[in-house]
Antibody
Framework: QLQLQESGPGLVKPSETLSLTCTVS??????????WGWIRQPPGKGLEWIGS???????YYNPSLKSRVTISVDTSKNQFSLKLSSVTAADTAVYYC????????????WGQGTMVTVSS | DIVMTQTPLSSPVTLGQPASISCRSSQSLVHSDGNTYLSWLQQRPGQPPRLLIYKISNRFSGVPDRFSGSGAGTDFTLKISRVEAEDVGVYYC?????????FGQGTKVEIK
């Protein structure tokens, strides 16, 4: 059973870089069957897709965040990560990682989410 | 970007009665491979989202059969045949046909 767990700082200062990691268990992050993605949800608001990465390293980013986002995979640790630079208060949100089985094209397994607050 | 519009935004329902949520996309969700990548997610209070339906009408593992999805092209519907207390939450449609993947605004289902 695939499981995902986000980790990282809960507080980031404005203008700094937000860094989160998603640890995958119960399956290999190198599997050709999966995309891996990040989604965020500001308090009291809806869901926003941040970006996705394929096992090959191909990345797809939301154009609204593209200039600030980097998603990468660490196969040795079975993890993938998110870096979002130059954060502002508008980046305060719960950040989720999730898996996408390639033929489903749907976020099927989600992490519990981690709240990140941008504040000085 | 493909805009996903859900109606209604709030749906008060009596226990045991049906509920229906509509999702309309700003352009066709038919992918070049012939599939339509429209999914539905449920988010219970304080919980992460959970996949209910993928590719319009396919129930994900463990999803009760009171949930069903239908539609084609740009118009899609999620139906709950008989609402139970555990169905309270916010429901989102999502398209993964074209990057950037986009979500609807969410529909809050609550008990009358």
């Amino acid at each position: 059973q695939l499981q995902l767990q986000e980790s990282g700082p809960g507080l980031v200062k404005p203008s700094e870089t937000l860094s989160l990691t998603c640890t995958v268990s119960g399956g290999s992050i190198s599997s050709s069957s999966y995309y891996w993605g990040w989604i965020r949800q500001p308090p009291g608001k809806g869901l926003e897709w941040i970006g996705s990465i394929y096992y090959s390293g191909s990345t797809y980013y939301n154009p609204s965040l593209k200039s600030r986002v980097t998603i990468s995979v660490d196969t040795s640790k079975n993890q993938f990560s998110l870096k979002l630079s130059s954060v502002t208060a508008a980046d305060t949100a719960v950040y989720y990682c999730a898996s996408v089985l390639w033929w489903r094209h749907a976020f099927d397994i989600w992490g519990q989410g981690t709240m990140v607050t941008v504040s000085s | 970007d493909i805009v996903m519009t859900q109606t209604p935004l709030s749906s008060p329902v009596t226990l045991g009665q049906p509920a229906s949520i509509s999702c309309r996309s700003s352009q066709s969700l038919v992918h070049s491979d012939g599939n339509t990548y429209l999914s539905w997610l449920q988010q219970r209070p304080g919980q992460p989202p959970r996949l209910l339906i993928y590719k319009i009408s396919n129930r994900f593992s463990g999803v009760p059969d009171r949930f069903s999805g239908s539609g084609a092209g740009t118009d899609f519907t999620l139906k709950i045949s008989r609402v139970e207390a555990e169905d309270v939450g916010v429901y989102y449609c999502m398209q993964a046909t074209q990057f950037p993947w986009t979500f609807g605004q969410g529909t809050k289902v609550e008990i009358k």
